[in-house]
Every structure is written in structure tokens, then in C-alpha cells.
């Protein structure tokens, strides 16, 4: 990855947004609801005052307007703060 977050950053690749049909009809992609699950792809190192606890690699939650959309090589990603995430989820 060459993108690096700074401070208390992390990077997230977003999960796919689910298709869903309703009797037959596909629901266009401008009204699929955003994802709210992804997965760190690049942490900054924190700051003094918050230690940076996610790792890359962790799948978290977060908040349905958090982060700033950015594009890299074609991928759509999430910059957002560590603060802005709601939960790590921990695979059973």
C-alpha cells in the first residue's frame, strides 16, 4: 500500500455493497445502501494523546457518514479518524 495515514488515520477498504432485489427487480447501484463493515488497509501511527489500536487487517464498523471518499489506482477507499470507528469485529 502507498498510501500512509498520518497521526490517528486509518484507511479502509469498504465492504461491497450487498445486491438485493426486491420480486425480481435489481436495485440500481445508486440506491444500494453504503456499507458500514470494511477492512484496515493502512493505520498512521496515533498521537500522543490516543494510542492507534487498530491494526491492518482488522474488519471494523463504522458509522454511516464517517470518513472521506478517496480513489487510488481505481479502488474506492474511506480515510477516517481512529475515533470515527464504531467497533472491531472479531471473527469466531
Given at each position: 500500500?502507498?498510501?500512509?495515514p498520518?497521526a ?36 498512521g501511527n496515533g498521537?500522543?494523546d ?31 479518524r481512529?475515533?470515527?470507528?464504531l467497533?472491531?469485529?472479531e471473527h469466531?
Amino acid at each position: 500500500m502507498n498510501i500512509k495515514p498520518l497521526a490517528d488515520r486509518v484507511l479502509i477498504l469498504p465492504a461491497p455493497a450487498e445486491e438485493k432485489t426486491i420480486g425480481g427487480i435489481i436495485i440500481p447501484d445508486t440506491a444500494k445502501e453504503k456499507p458500514l463493515k470494511g477492512e484496515v488497509m493502512a493505520t498512521g501511527n496515533g498521537t500522543k494523546d490516543e494510542e492507534m489500536i487498530l491494526k491492518v487487517g482488522d474488519t471494523v464498523l463504522y458509522g454511516k457518514y464517517s470518513g472521506t471518499e478517496l480513489e487510488y489506482n481505481g479502488v474506492k477507499y474511506l480515510m477516517m479518524r481512529q475515533s470515527d470507528v464504531l467497533a472491531i469485529v472479531e471473527h469466531v
